[in-house]
């Protein structure tokens, strides 16, 4: 039996074209450090870093590629930004729909979080900032749900921040490379991505891009060896350098820059609002189900939680895999605060998440697996 590959929010299967060549290329061909040695291999590998950064501003928008940062992932990404810019008893502000990638380094710190409260659907009210958001050290918002696909409203939020000075974070995990958009358009300060979902590159790499004001006010993370000014103990205080000590995951970065060069993002996100309305269809008649976040495709990513009402989430997760080969996710995702909200907590559910390689044909087999095991 052939697998069915529904775990995208996870992590994207298969790879955009020419991924894993450009890595067996790298790993095979190059496979030499940038900005350290001066050969011609070195040049090279500096070369495409580069160019992936530039695809990266040109992408998002971000109006100096010095400002696109590799890190090892996207919760290293996260955690840069708030371990950088929150201290202990700080106020700080995010969605009632967050990953654990962002609650816990808060919670680590000891900050005062905020939640703005979502509707029925998991879509925060813009309109009902909590009290005492104004003196908010930082905002963090999750982009799109990772458990019902719904879309924040970032940039109303960030506009109701504007006036305060607050920076503005976007957690862009189940976003970025499903639809175009700029952190203008978000009015935010702060991006962060993983490599290896919607963008369709190698785990094990995220990015993070700010504006000009937080460059200024973010210290480094971490300290290391960079390539340049070696003489000083200190970090370079230019950019990326400051931000990426030691050596990069150049394999993850080859694998990216192939990813970028492929698809329009206008089709993509075609492909994921047709499926969505197909499941969410589907899914209409079938009793013993509930399915929580928007019933509106424009309102969400495709990503599905299902909770089976008269059976245990887990065990249909398992007998989805054994007896249907689909392949999903259950649990509560690392995101418990976005199922008390959508009122899945704690049971969590089977999550259902597609891509544009997603077809009629395997939703059909899976709609009806849900059918005969609701
Ligand atoms: N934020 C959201 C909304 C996510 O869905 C995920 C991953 O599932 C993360 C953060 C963490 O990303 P990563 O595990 O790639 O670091």
Redesign the pocket.
């Known amino acids: 039996m052939t697998d069915i590959y529904m775990d995208n929010?996870?992590?994207s299967f298969p790879k955009a074209e020419g991924v894993s060549d450009a890595v067996k290329y790298y790993l095979d061909k190059v496979c030499a450090n940038a900005g350290r040695g001066s050969y011609e291999r070195a040049t090279e590998a500096g070369m495409t870093i580069l160019e992936t950064r530039e695809k990266l501003a040109a992408m998002f928008g971000c109006s100096d590629p010095k400002r696109v940062i590799f890190t090892p992932?996207?919760?290293?990404?996260?955690n840069m930004v708030i371990q950088g810019l929150v201290k202990k008893g700080d106020k700080v502000l995010v969605t009632s729909?967050?990953?654990?990638?962002?609650i816990r380094p808060l919670v680590m710190i000891g900050a005062e979080i905020l939640r703005i409260p979502a509707d029925g659907e998991g879509i925060s009210i813009a309109e009902k900032l909590p009290d005492g958001y104004e003196k908010a050290k930082l905002c963090v918002l999750?982009?799109?749900?990772?458990i019902c696909g719904s879309i924040q409203p970032v940039a109303e939020i960030s506009e109701r921040l504007k006036p305060y000075g607050i920076p503005v974070a976007v957690?862009?995990?189940?976003t970025a490379g499903h639809f175009a958009f700029t952190m203008e358009d978000l009015g935010t300060d702060i991006l962060?991505m993983?490599?290896?979902?919607g963008l369709r590159g190698p785990?094990g790499l995220?990015v993070l891009m700010m504006s000009e004001q937080v460059a200024e006010l973010l210290p480094p993370f971490m300290a290391g060896g960079t390539g340049s000014v070696s003489h000083s103990y200190d970090m370079p205080p230019f950019l990326p350098d400051r931000f990426e000590p030691g050596t990069l995951n150049l394999p993850g970065i080859y694998g990216l820059h192939a990813a970028l060069r492929h698809g329009s993002l206008q089709d993509r996100r075609q492909a994921e609002k047709r499926q969505t309305r197909y499941f969410l269809d589907g899914l209409k008649d079938i009793p013993g189900i509930r399915v929580p976040g928007p019933d509106d495709e424009e309102k969400r990513v495709g990503v599905i939680s299902v909770d089976f009402l008269r059976r245990d989430n887990a065990d249909v997760a398992f007998r989805l895999e054994e007896e249907y080969g689909i392949l999903v996710r259950c649990g509560l995702?690392?995101?418990p605060d976005a199922h008390k909200t959508v009122g899945t907590f704690p049971e969590g559910t089977v999550r259902f998440s597609f891509s544009e390689y997603t077809t009629e044909e395997e939703m059909e087999t899976a709609l009806e697996a849900i059918r005969n095991l609701a």
């Open positions: 929010a996870c992590t992932g996207n919760t290293v990404a996260l729909m967050e990953h654990n990638a962002v999750t982009h799109a749900s990772n957690d862009a995990a189940q962060c993983p490599a290896h979902k785990q995220g995702h690392c995101a």
